[in-house]
T-cell receptor, first 110, second 112 residues
Framework: AQSVTQLGSHVSVSEGALVLLRCNYS??????LFWYVQYPNQGLQLLLK??????LVKGINGFEAEFKKSETSFHLTKPSAHMSDAAEYFC????????FGAGTRLTVKP | DTGVSQDPRHKITKRGQNVTFRCDPI?????LYWYRQTLGQGPEFLTY????????KSRLLSDRFSAERPKGSFSTLEIQRTEQGDSAMYLC??????????FGEGSRLTVL
């Protein structure tokens, strides 16, 4: 069985500060890992994904994530938060189907 | 390519009525997924098709729920005898073999 746990349902940062959203996964086979973002009243959009190869993955809008097998983690980071980053972020693990974490709501303070 | 489309976008119904949602995936995608999302929660997996075959169903999918993808293209999700607890956003997504899901904007169900 595969699952993900997102640590922290709500993260608040100041504009310009580092964003760190935590995700740990459980999978019995090598996982595909994803981060999706959901803006208010909109559908889910893919930020980035890890399938194979380089463990540091760069995505859209300056986000990146690092796959750490030893820690079973896939944390999402962005060096400098922007007001437009305020949204709900979901980590997901996929083998045949995709399972999502409960989400982390990111608030960016001016 | 217009992406994944879902219809209707909003549905308000009375308890006990049946509702049906339709999903048109991206044309070249052979995999289609249904999820349910409630406020403040992540999408919960409901079911998954590869072409016309329904390969997996969540235990969340009670006997009142049924999904079909008869020709391996569009899919329908029917909820019979709706209950207030069925109120949620129903999301459809499609993918090719690489596993990246493309989501529609969802169908919001309100059961009064």
């Amino acid at each position: 069985a595969q699952s993900v746990t997102q640590l922290g349902s709500h993260v608040s940062v100041s504009e310009g500060a580092l964003v760190l959203l935590r995700c740990n996964y459980s999978s019995s086979v090598p996982p595909y890992l994803f981060w999706y973002v959901q803006y208010p009243n909109q559908g889910l959009q893919l930020l980035l994904k890890y399938t194979t190869g380089a463990t540091l993955v760069k995505g859209i809008n300056g986000f990146e994530a690092e796959f750490k097998k030893s820690e079973t983690s896939f944390h999402l980071t962005k060096p400098s938060a922007h007001m437009s980053d305020a949204a709900e972020y979901f980590c997901a693990v996929s083998f045949n189907d995709m399972r999502f974490g409960a989400g982390t709501r990111l608030t960016v303070k001016p | 390519d217009t992406g994944v489309s879902q219809d209707p976008r909003h549905k308000i119904t009375k308890r006990g009525q049946n509702v049906t949602f339709r999903c048109d995936p991206i044309s070249e995608h052979n995999r289609l997924y249904w999820y349910r999302q409630t406020l403040g929660q992540g999408p919960e997996f409901l079911t998954y098709f590869q072409n016309e075959a329904q390969l997996e169903k969540s235990r969340l999918l009670s006997d009142r729920f049924s999904a079909e993808r008869p020709k391996g293209s569009f899919s329908t999700l029917e909820i019979q005898r709706t209950e207030q607890g069925d109120s949620a956003m129903y999301l459809c997504a499609s993918s090719s073999e690489d596993g990246e899901l493309f989501f529609g904007e969802g169908s919001r169900l309100t059961v009064l």
